[in-house]
């Protein structure tokens, strides 16, 4: 059996990666086709952690209006709610999952325990961490860091819309440049939007490695876990 890179990750994914092209929402084709993909990393033998986002329903700064400590609330329970849509296509597809919430919902999930998701981990069981870090004003990427240090993965494999970090949004600017790595000082000197800069230091502070790729060919999983050369890397 080929030998994957690492042997356990945190793959952050953001809400709109799971809307596919109706942009909201939970397209059950996308999410599929993202989970044939962690169905093939499990079985490498690779110990897979996931963070979801909840931009595809919801989003705190959507609230401009509202209390801005509610808006976050609202997007902790859509995160929840995309957790659960992974949880349901990895066990059709006959891969073993928690889903570990920040917030406790015994009902439909557990309360993130670190030593609980060790074991899980350690099982061969993916594990979903919904929720955020649990509190406001806290975005998901920081709940990713958060996550990834508690359970010491080996590296943040960061799944986004854009195919690796650029000094600019290529898409607005065709002569920005493409980096096949970075660190993370120079990501916050230039301000490059990879993650919030909460995130971005903590990952600098706890030595994290971060894979940036482009999740909108899910098969980017797979090759990142294999070590080939795909996105841009940030330690």
């Not at 939970?26 to 963070?51: L, P, R, S």
Request: net charge neutral.
């Amino acid at each position: 059996m080929y030998q994957p890179k690492y042997k356990r990750i945190l793959l952050k994914l953001s809400g709109e990666a799971l809307a596919g092209e109706q942009k909201t929402g939970v397209d059950v084709d996308t999410v599929g086709k993202i989970c044939d993909k962690i169905k093939e990393v499990v079985e490498m033998g690779v110990q897979v952690a996931i963070v979801v986002g909840g931009g595809n329903f919801w989003r705190g700064r959507n609230g401009h209006q509202m209390e801005r400590t509610t808006a976050d609330y609202m997007g902790v329970l859509a995160t929840v709610m995309n957790g659960l849509a992974l949880q349901d296509a990895l066990e059709a597809r006959g891969i073993f999952t928690r889903v570990q919430t920040s917030i406790e919902m015994r009902e439909i999930a557990e309360p993130f325990i670190q030593r609980r998701a060790e074991k899980h981990l350690d099982k061969g069981r993916v594990v979903i961490f919904a929720g955020g870090t649990g509190h406001p004003y806290f975005t998901t990427d920081t709940a990713a860091v958060l996550r990834a240090t508690e359970i010491k993965a080996d590296i943040i494999l960061l799944g986004k819309s854009i195919d690796a970090v650029y000094s600019a949004d290529p898409k607005i600017d065709p002569t920005a440049k493409r980096y096949e790595e970075i660190s993370y000082m120079e990501v916050l000197e230039k301000d490059l939007k990879v993650m919030d800069s909460t995130a971005t230091a903590m990952c600098r502070d706890n030595n994290m490695p971060l894979l940036v790729f482009g999740i909108a060919e899910p098969e980017n999983i797979v090759k990142a876990v294999k070590g080939e050369k795909v996105g841009t890397i940030v330690s």
